[in-house]
């Protein structure tokens, strides 16, 4: 008999003995991956850190710890390379200058943990003021899009959308102007806009001071774009993941030819002013246009950053590349330290003697693909990368270069030149019509 208890006190002993050392065995595997996630996040900060690309630029996730249960969501719904990781079994973020508001994490994280806000306790980001309703502090005065803080081509549709449907709720039904709505401004945002307001069939005129696509018409032709499924108003689901700038600008052409909606070109607002019930927008033309309600969807960029240096009137003065691939056998400087200016160097340097040059000693602020692209075309001499040099002087048939450390100069010969120094925000243009520009550190802009 005792014989039996004791086999029996011995089999339980390895029944139990065996679990235990199964979920031992699972929880220490468990434990040590976290661990080299954890050291692999933190490297990963350390050199985020080091390089400048830890603090964000725009809109951007903020992950609430106490509320993440590591479900790592967020990081596989990410487009980009490490702006979110896990830490010490929570998310986190890494390369937060990497971010360019997605908003796929705040949407994929399955506990709500991720808000996403514009600025930091650091450093600002200055917006104009804008109502749940997209009205600013001048009362009939509307913005949807990048201007007021919300990037990407999906966002910019669903606010110029949603803008429109909430105007034509307090759109006077008597006025004394020409038109009920004046868009500014042609992109994303301005021709959703546009197709809800011939939903709701109102009297209106969409114009831009370049062309058709906003911001999406600058990227060179064979850019690819980076979007997500969005509803089109009059048109219906679009569901995109990898298009060419190609399609999408024939996709808003075609709906707007079909629609009988046309966008008044290369006519830039000088000016917007209060005039009774209604508003007077002058144009470059010097043309007066009324109307009750405007909606800013002008983007953020405004007009190209000059370099203020003699010459720069020439025309071999570019500031966008939209066809590199008709480019050939140029000898080409590119000025610029971002995405755009890389990407475009490399690209003219298929077919043309490139020169990249960049004030700074490092590009700090690309994205990891296009630093690993530009490396290797430097190693294989395919172009020349001149650092803290900048352009003081553009000339018929060169050039001048100045060494910032070293004051030296150098004459280099030249038949085109791309200058991609970002954008002058339309501050001014804001503050003239009336608009509040408001800096926010750190403000939530969306949250469940």
Known sequence: MDFLVADIWLEKLMIYGGVFLIIAIVLGIYLLKLRRETRRAESKIALAKKS????????????????????????????????????????TVINAS????????????PVEAITLNIGTETRGVDLPHVSQTFETNVKGIFIAGELG????????????????????????????????????????????????????????VTLDQDTLGGAVFTYPRAK??????MDLPLHGKVKLSNTSKAELLNL????????????????????????????KVTTSQNESLTAARILLSIGRRGTPRKLGIPGENLPKVRYRLLDPEIIQNQQIIVVGGGD???????????QNEVTLSYRSGSFNRIKPGNATKLEAAVAEQKLTVKYHTN????????????????SEEEIIPNDLIYIFAGGELPTEFLKKT????????????MKH
Not at 167 to 189: Q, S
Not at 224 to 229: E, G, H, L
Not at 255 to 267: A, F, Q, Y
Not at 438 to 444: I, L
Request: aromatic share 4%.
């Open 391 to 406: 352009v003081t002087e553009i000339q018929a048939e060169q050039i001048i270069l100045r060494n910032s450390e070293t």
């Open 340 to 350: 755009s200016a890389v990407e475009s160097a490399m690209m003219l340097a298929e």
């Open 149 to 204: 803080g919300m990037g990407l081509i999906k966002n910019a549709v669903e606010q110029g959308r949603q803008a429109i449907d909430n105007m034509v709720h307090h759109l006077p039904k008597k006025h004394d102007a020409t038109y009920d709505l004046i868009i500014i401004g042609a992109g994303p945002a301005g021709i959703s806009a546009s197709l809800t307001a011939k939903k709701h069939q109102l009297n209106f």
């Open 252 to 279: 808003w052409t075609s709906v707007l030819n079909k629609n009988n909606i046309p966008i008044r070109e290369t006519t830039k607002v000088e000016s917007i002013e209060k005039e009774g019930d209604h508003f």
């Open 224 to 229: 690819v774009v980076m979007t997500a499924p």
């Open 98 to 109: 990497h971010c360019i508001g997605h908003g796929a994490c705040f949407h994929a994280c």
């Open 434 to 445: 009336g608009i509040t520009i408001t800096r926010k550190f750190g403000d939530v802009m």
């Open 52 to 91: 400048g690309l830890y603090e964000p630029v725009s809109l951007h996730p903020v992950i609430h710890v106490n509320n993440c249960i590591k479900s790592g969501a967020c990081v596989k719904a990410c487009p980009e390379t490490d702006v979110l990781g896990i830490r010490s079994g929570r998310g």
